[in-house]
């Protein structure tokens, strides 16, 4: 959250809302493994449905986020999340174009920078695990 206060910044754009959700961790291994049947791999029941990027060590943590700002410095911060450490995905998307309040005789970069925007969405980060591994 740091980072992207720092990209916010940056970018001359506010971060209005940030809703913690929770932290996701990988199901824990099961004590003992089923036996090994590789010739009947056609009938192995299919994988539980889940997120393929949660494995073991790695955590979820997620967020809902909502950033305003004029559209190009907007985009400019997404595209800076994009290059953070940690892998992260932005989904939920919901942009609204807010009101503007400058009058048609400015010029057109004027123009973009009055043009308000407002971003939420949900943005969830994936990392090594807080929690101390045994």
Do not use: C, H, W
């Amino acid at each position: 959250l740091a980072q992207l206060n720092q990209f916010a910044v940056e970018q001359g754009v506010s971060i209005l809302k940030v809703e913690s959700q929770a932290i996701e961790r990988p199901a824990p291994k099961p004590a003992s493994l089923p036996p090994d049947n590789t010739s009947s791999d056609t009938t192995a029941p299919p994988l539980p449905p889940g997120d393929p990027l949660l494995v073991q060590q790695l955590e979820k943590r997620s967020a809902l986020l909502t950033v305003q700002g004029p559209f190009r410095r907007v985009l400019a911060f997404l595209q800076q999340m994009e290059q953070l450490q940690v892998i992260v995905i932005a989904s939920d998307l919901e942009l609204m174009l807010m009101a503007s309040n400058q009058s048609s005789s400015g010029t057109s970069v004027a123009v973009d920078d009055a043009t308000q925007t407002m971003l939420k969405l949900k943005l969830s980060a994936y990392g090594r695990s807080s929690q101390v591994q045994n």
